[in-house]
């Protein structure tokens, strides 16, 4: 655990100093693409870097009579926000582990993701496009080996008494379970959130993903759940945490994170 922390220090001491800082008349709050699974549309600030941290990420899993247990620590989204309609992305997993009843534990770096989001219309009713490519750095039972793409389209709509729903529509090109083909998979999540405090939004979200995969089409829903807290004297940093719940026999049956978004 003690590289992990050090990288996850490295970042946090090092961006400030690597990131063109822009003047700003009045920051807007930190927007960041947690909790919960859905991506808001918004992008980083031009000048601006943006780092989005998953501390500490717990999955578990029982179905026939065995228990699967995934932790993932330090998961982080780095962006940089390159105009007022673009930011560039790299999310790295710096160490995962897996364990499987009657079997050895897994643990090791995980894939690397690049995504680039574009905002495409701005204001109450805000979309944007987001194409991403997953680059396979995983150890061996930690990930598929393959080369791996997508896009989401994210929508906000903002609702009366401050509330907010977001769409995130996204469509995959995944790699096969048994052969060297492809498949699509489609993935929808439907969130709701509100202001709780003057510091502290709340959220729902319902979630859902159908899998063509040759060898067994995969159907998942889950319910989830999410608070994010952003200071009031300090607006570019956010602590949030979330829940997960399954709803299907092949979705995993909770999920529970923390993490810290913060935006240099």
């Avoid at 940093?237 to 719940?245: E, I, S, Y």
């Avoid at 026999?249 to 935006?263: E, K």
Wanted: proline residues 7%; hydrophobic residues 40%; contains cysteine.
């Amino acid at each position: 655990m003690k590289p992990v922390l050090a990288v996850a220090a490295a970042l946090w001491v090092l961006l400030p100093a690597l990131a063109a800082r822009a003047e700003d008349d009045g920051p807007k709050p930190i927007c960041a693409d947690r909790p919960t699974k859905g991506t808001s549309p918004c992008t980083v600030d031009p000048g601006h870097w943006q780092i989005e941290v998953d501390a500490a990420d717990w999955t578990h899993d029982r179905s026939g009579g065995v228990a699967t247990d995934l932790g993932v620590f330090a998961s982080s989204n780095v962006k940089y926000g390159v105009n007022d309609r673009l930011d560039l992305e790299l999310n790295v997993t710096p160490y995962q582990v897996q364990r499987v009843t009657g079997s050895p534990a897994v643990q090791g770096f995980g894939d690397l993701t690049a995504r680039a989001k574009v905002g495409l219309v701005g204001g109450d009713r805000a979309v944007s496009i987001l194409p991403f490519v997953k680059v396979p750095t995983a150890g061996a039972g930690l990930g598929d080996g393959a080369v791996e793409g997508g896009v989401v389209l994210p929508v906000a709509l903002t609702l009366p008494g401050g509330m907010a729903l977001t769409l995130d529509p996204e469509i995959d090109a995944l790699k096969d379970d048994q052969t060297q083909g492809r498949h699509a998979a489609y993935d929808l999540a439907i969130g709701l959130s509100r202001p709780l405090t003057a510091t502290l939004t709340g959220a729902v979200e319902l979630w859902g993903s159908e899998n063509e995969e040759p060898a067994g089409r995969l159907r998942q829903a889950s319910f989830d759940l999410g608070l994010a807290w952003i200071p009031m004297k300090d607006q570019n940093l956010q602590l949030d945490a979330g829940a997960n719940l399954g709803l299907t026999r092949d979705t995993p049956s909770l999920n529970l994170y923390v993490g810290v978004s913060r935006r240099f």
